[in-house]
């Protein structure tokens, strides 16, 4: 009786490669790569039909797109002419018409900043950034405010709109990080003092909510101070947004620090770093880049909440599209603004998402699976 060796044994055929590129190759990978796959896609597909068709009718095929009052609204879709007749005002809100060029001006510079250090392979990022974080800033207070270089002055109670949503957005955003990572740096202190200050702090604005603090910071802060001295209404919401959204911030930040391994700090220690060289080179940009996920996520808050600055009368996006709904040539298009304004407002948090994203997977060197 003779049996075959495992070297004389032929190996049974196998599935030839598949060398499909481009969308084919894709769509046969990802979505019909067995018979479970293509009927679990056909019958989503055939459900997302049905469920956005009506949408799509109402919000592109059937919509009015052209005119300047509701008599240009005929149609059976959407009326998108009440956003288009009030654009300038749902940008720009109160500010003066013949100082908006001042507006467009600093909304290029952000836009061109963020577009070079988003970008991979642009030259000069950390000039770019330099300039982002001191000239840019000096520069859009000039343009924007006025009084000086023959500027005229346009106070921030007449700000409103998209312009200002974006600036509580990103004064916001570049105060709350720094300011939550002193406080997570505190909080993990080894002096009781600067502990105790920085978990009172932390654990102060983190138990009451954001509108309260807004209330707060309009309403109550005037009766606290000398009648000669004035606060600015829109400063005293970024300080209040400032230290609530740092209070967050702190706590991501802290995750991240406790996430690293003492080992790290010891090595430094071996090296003869000081604490601040120690977390500066080696601490802080592993714990920073481990919590990217939580710090876009409070950035995504703060960005959404800026819509409650309405609490102390300051008219961002949505304030203004609400306000545009009073009005009364344009009643009864409610739907299309708080549409239109949910776009704006997800293009803005998708955009940082992605972007988050794309930090992340650079950033890779191993510490997940």
Known sequence: ????????RMIEARRPPDLRSGVLGWLHKNLFNGPINSAVTVITAALLAWALWPMLQWSVFQADWIGQTRAD??????????ISARFETIVYGFYPPAARWRVDIVFAMLAILVAWLVIPRLPYKRWVGLFALVGFPVIAYVLLIGGSFGLTYVPTREWGGLMLTLAIATIGIAGSLPLGIILALGRRSSMPLVKSVCVVF???????????????????????VP???????LLRALVGIMF???????????????AIDKGQNEAGQALGLGYWQRMGLIILPQALKLVIPGIVNTFIALFKDTSLVLIIGLFDLLAIIRAGLTDPSWLGFATEGYVFAALVFWIFCFSMSRYSQYIERKLHTGHKR
């Open 1 to 8: 009786m003779t049996t075959t060796s495992a070297y004389e």
């Open 73 to 82: 609204c005929t149609g059976e879709g959407a009326c998108w002419v009440f």
């Open 202 to 224: 932390i654990e102060f604005w983190r138990g009451v909510p954001l509108i309260t603090v807004l209330f707060m910071a309009s309403v109550m802060l005037p009766l606290f």
């Open 227 to 233: 009648t000669e001295v004035e606060f600015d209404k």
């Open 244 to 258: 609530f959204w740092s209070a967050y911030m702190a706590e991501v930040v802290r995750g991240g620090l406790q």
